[in-house]
């Protein structure tokens, strides 16, 4: 999914906002697109900001949708100086906020069909 040139520089962000929310990644694709080391990923996953699609800890898979988010929340942990857990409470504020949007664009796309 990920070739091992991406990573923050160069707006990976960016790169992956055309992501399908079906597709998967896996536990080494987020450690390459977030470049944080692996304790913090599992603390983040811990914590629940990163919920696991499925429950197998050999082979854990994500929803590719966590990427673009997780990219902004390292990007603030860097500018900030966060710790593990304020990324996870900003990587949740995050999701949240990209729902509502979602959710904004859907009313607006009904309003419109409506009118």
């Not at 304790?39 to 898979?61: F, H, K, M, T, W």
């Not at 990219?71 to 304020?86: H, M």
Request: hydrophobic share 45%; charged share 25%; with cysteine.
């Amino acid at each position: 999914m990920l070739n091992q040139a991406d990573d923050l520089s160069g707006n990976l962000a960016a790169k992956l906002t055309w992501l399908d929310h079906q597709e998967t990644v896996t536990v080494a694709e987020l450690l390459r697109a977030s470049r944080l080391c692996e304790d913090e990923l599992n603390d983040l996953i811990g914590y629940g900001a990163l919920p696991a699609l499925s429950q197998d800890r050999q082979e854990q898979v994500f929803s590719a949708k966590l990427i673009v988010p997780l990219c902004k929340a390292v990007q603030l942990k860097q500018d900030y100086d966060l710790d593990t857990f304020s990324v996870a409470l900003v990587l949740g504020l995050l999701q949240k906020i990209e729902f509502l949007q979602e959710q904004v664009c859907l009313l607006e796309s009904r309003q419109g069909l409506s009118s």
